[in-house]
């Protein structure tokens, strides 16, 4: 880590990442001299390659914008790289350097054969035409088009990239390549090669890991109340899921605010989300705007402000921070299930684990989106589309055996679990004997 810290001073995003793994693993790592005398970790904690591109564009009123592309391809030990393109104005390499080190051990415990990649750029969605994001996007995917491929490195969507980004990407993508790859990308829509609930599985795949978590302690989601920041498309997923378990969710969050549902989300608010998110706006005000007297907005208050049984962030990375925490555990919260990347700040974590809340971090909670994607793979592959009960079904296994591999390595000498331990060492034992086998390149 002093390396480390003396090489990317500014990279703190990377770091807090990074820090987080090596904690968990040393004991693990330490058992096996096989693993440091191959440094294994001097080597996983860098990237393969990265790339960085000058993106250049034109907006509605002519004229020339100029952006930043990034792709990290992180880790290939275990498959081809595999991981989200995120266009938000705070993208920048140490951000996409956290993320795709987090990805190769997501990408491990879902127990597909997918290495670890990000990308992006600090374009800014918010408050663009459709046309200025078609532009965008196809000028984006001139300069990516090279460094990626169905075997090579597959993106997807994530913050800022949903169904709309990911179809201007693919066709620029096709016309460049001159041949029909559709799996080149995942998050397609239905009609050109995307699976069915891939749009609602890093969402539902959240619920399920959350389930077994709960059952695991005794406890049920029904009835319960929860919070959930953000209102794209993972956190429509989770709301949409939650519901259909018997939760109540009471909270959403975003930039501007927090709107509470004192009397639960409904089917009705839960569709709007995807206006919303299309919207460009940005303002969760407008689910309290659509629905007066049902929703109540409350100005720069985060989810965490109101009272639940479970939190779920579902937003950006360190969102959550230990104040948060503690105004939670206030509140009667009891359990904090990590669905965006890294949601909760290492203070907020740490408060969590010593006070009684049950906690698990997001690269087992949020992995039902990239097993899905990973699932969409398959079906293109084998020009197949399945039902929507084949891909939920292979999406409940895949959660129970991300929640069994967390509870395998993560159980400590009281009985307790320590999920974060537990996920970290399970993706990297899977990563770190792949590149052991394969020698040192």
Known sequence: MSRLQAKYPGESEYLQAV??????IEDVYNQHPEFEKARIVERMVEPDRIFTFRVTWTDDKGEVRTNLGYR??????????????RFHRAVTPSMLKFLGFEQTFKNALTTLPMGGAKGGSDFDPAGKSDAEIMRFCQAFMLELWRCIGPDQDIPAGDVGVGGREIGFLNGMYQKL????HTGVLTGKGMTW????????????????FTQHLLHKAGKDIKDKTVAISGFGNVAWGA??????????????????????????MTAEMNDYMLEMRASNRNMVEDL???????????????AWSIPCDIALPCAFQNELSEDDARELKANGCWCCCEVSNMGCQPGAIHFFQHNGVLFAPGKAVNAGGVATSGLEMTQNAQHLSWTAQ???DRLHQIMQSIHEQCVRYG???DGSIDYVKGANIAGFMKVANAMLEQGII
Do not use: W
């Open 239 to 264: 709301v949409k899921k939650a519901m259909q378990l018997g939760a109540k969710v009471v909270a959403i969050s975003g930039p501007d605010g927090v709107c509470h549902v004192p009397d639960g």
């Open 411 to 413: 159980t400590q000498a």
């Open 193 to 208: 090669g995307g699976s069915i609930l891939r749009p609602e599985a890093t969402g539902f795949g959240a619920l399920y």
């Open 177 to 180: 390549a001159r041949e029909y």
């Open 19 to 24: 820090q987080e793994v090596l904690e968990s």
């Open 288 to 302: 309290a705007t659509r629905f007066p007297g049902k929703a109540k907005f409350i100005a720069g208050k985060k």
């Open 72 to 85: 990290v391809q992180f880790n290939s030990a275990i498959g081809p790289y595999k991981g989200g393109l």
């Open 390 to 392: 084949e891909v939920d």
